[in-house]
């Protein structure tokens, strides 16, 4: 049966409509029932902002509707009444933040606005839910109720916005198939009976894979989807199964086998004499769990007053958030003085893992071992970074870390070379070009082809750089006057594994003002008072 959901805020109640014709797809012609009408005791008035646009999603028999007034969501589960044999809805979960707060002020309650709930998305079993104002600057703390006003100056303006993350551990049950000796034949089947319905799956193998036990039971009527594991044990085989789509804990499945309900089944070659009637033995190993918060999401280069969170939508392990009133500004690190990629992202292989590196590595190694070529003579060599860091893809010594970007991993000794074998990209964030040049440090490999700094304007690459053989940097100079207005980012590239297939890259200068390489550790207040180039161009961001 097909289910909609409609918000009424004005009276705090959402509408469940079931239609009343079965069909592969809606047409405006079909019938419609009011089925069922949630509501919570909680959320009464309008104020509670129950059911708004956004805010109620819908996955299989679960619903979760937010309520932004009361800084919380519900979850409503759709249940089977054996007794009754009619569908009814549960009375309501309330979830809220881990960052919920309120403040008791003169006994009256001064609730922290966060937005929460302004927008909900479900997939599997995960609920999505947005904070857009979130990330305020609570003066107190979230697991105190002060008696004095800790609420941020002005959320609205100053929250960066949270996405939070609960889930609900599903069903699982394990099928467990035991002899006294090494099987090597026999069937079994499995049946179920729930919603007013008994089913029977096809004869299963005693050792049967996971892929056909898996179709078996997802072809039950009355079974939906699932996810099987299987082990083999000392005694037999074990099947766990995952009950993906139930939002209560069903009943046991029932095995059966030849002498045990199943006439047809192949024998067992060997049974069970400790006992005969639980040789396949099914158990629950997991029930149903609430749902719990267990993540939390935030912008990279997170701003207040962005609105991150006033869309979102997740599907399996994909999560999308949009944030308006982004501008999207840069915040790649130019010169790597953050100590970590801040703004850059490592693609195609690993050579970049243990970037950037700390120190001028190259000068406390041999360059090849000390046998060289024609281009190299085998001793130190100067990378002739500027400040700590620098990107040497040969070189293994990264920092230890944003929050201690000032001394090296204590792990890798000064000296430490992974070798010319990663390859990989890395690419910084766009900017707009609004200058007349770009320069750099650019050292290590000298084939073009393999070993480059390339700038990409509009997504097409329009000039390239390589090094001369040699550790030491020496500086490079991109005109982009040209391209003025365009878009443009930057991409290190080191795609060679042979002598001198590693690059080394340090100090992009750009002849415009362009602010980057904010760190988000607790200890930084960030503030930008520099020109924005594209304010309010908004900005979709994407976690796997």
């Known amino acids: 049966v097909t289910t909609i959901l409609i918000g009424s805020p004005g009276t705090a109640e959402v509408y469940v409509y079931e239609s009343l014709t079965e069909k592969p797809a809606l047409q405006q012609s079909d019938e419609w029932e009011c089925a069922a009408v949630l509501a919570h005791s909680e959320a009464t008035t309008i ?13 299989d028999d679960v619903a979760v509707i937010g309520a932004t007034g009361l800084e919380c969501v519900f979850v409503f589960r759709r249940l089977f009444r054996k007794s009754t044999g009619l569908w009814v809805w549960s009375k309501g979960q309330k979830l809220v933040s881990s960052e919920y707060d309120y403040d008791l002020v003169d006994g009256r309650v001064q609730m922290h606005k966060q937005g929460f709930g302004t927008c909900v998305s479900m997939s599997a079993r995960s609920v999505a839910v947005s904070a857009p104002y979130a990330e305020y600057g609570n003066l107190g703390a979230s697991d105190v109720r002060e008696r004095y006003d800790t609420n941020g100056a002005f959320n609205e303006g100053t929250g960066n916005g949270t996405v939070y993350i609960f889930y609900s551990n599903p069903h699982v049950q394990t099928i467990v198939l035991r002899a006294q000796f090494d099987l090597y034949q026999g069937t079994f089947r499995i049946g179920f009976d729930h919603r007013n319905t008994t089913s029977l799956s096809r004869e299963l193998l005693f050792n049967v894979d996971i892929n056909s036990i898996t179709e078996a039971l997802e072809d039950l009527p009355n079974l939906y989807e699932v996810n099987v594991q299987r082990y083999e044990t000392s005694q037999g085989y074990k099947w766990a199964v995952t009950f993906l789509s139930a939002n209560e804990d069903p009943p046991l499945l029932k095995p059966y086998w030849q002498g045990y309900g199943c006439e047809n089944c192949t024998v067992m070659n060997s049974g069970w004499p400790d006992d005969e009637e639980n040789q396949i033995l099914v158990q629950t190993q997991q029930e149903v769990g609430e749902y719990l918060e267990y993540e939390t999401v935030l912008a990279s280069d997170r701003s207040p007053a962005d609105l991150f ?30 100590g970590d990629l801040t703004g850059w992202t490592a693609q195609e292989g690993d050579a970049f893992l243990y970037q950037p590196t700390y120190g001028d590595n190259s000068l406390s190694r041999s360059v090849y071992g000390g046998a060289g070529d024609v281009r190299s003579h085998g001793s130190q060599q100067r990378s002739r970074l500027r400040g700590r860091y620098y990107i040497g893809t040969f070189e293994q010594r990264p920092g230890n870390g944003a929050d201690d970007y000032m001394n090296p991993d204590p792990d890798y000794s000064q000296g430490t070379a992974q070798g010319d074998t990663p390859t990989g990209t890395l690419t910084s964030e766009t900017f707009v070009i609004e200058g007349d040049y770009i320069s750099f440090l650019i050292g290590g490999g000298c084939d073009h082809l393999t070993e480059y700094v390339e700038l990409l304007v509009d997504g097409i690459g329009v000039a390239r750089a390589t090094g001369r053989c040699e550790e030491k940097m020496r500086n490079h100079t991109f005109s982009v006057k040209p391209y003025r207005d365009r878009t443009g980012l930057l991409r290190i590239c080191d795609w060679g594994s042979s002598i001198w297939g590693h690059i080394n890259v340090d100090h992009f200068v750009f002849s415009w003002v362009i602010r980057g390489g904010a760190m988000n550790n607790h200890g930084q207040l960030r503030h930008r008072s520099s020109h924005v180039v594209t304010p309010l161009s908004g900005a979709a961001y994407v976690y796997v």
């Open 309 to 338: 969170g006033a869309s979102l939508a997740i599907h399996d392990d994909l999560l999308i958030v949009g944030a308006p009133r982004s501008a999207v500004r840069t915040t790649t690190t130019w010169d790597f003085e953050t």
């Open 47 to 59: 104020q509670a902002h129950f059911g708004y646009r956004g805010s109620i999603a819908m996955e």
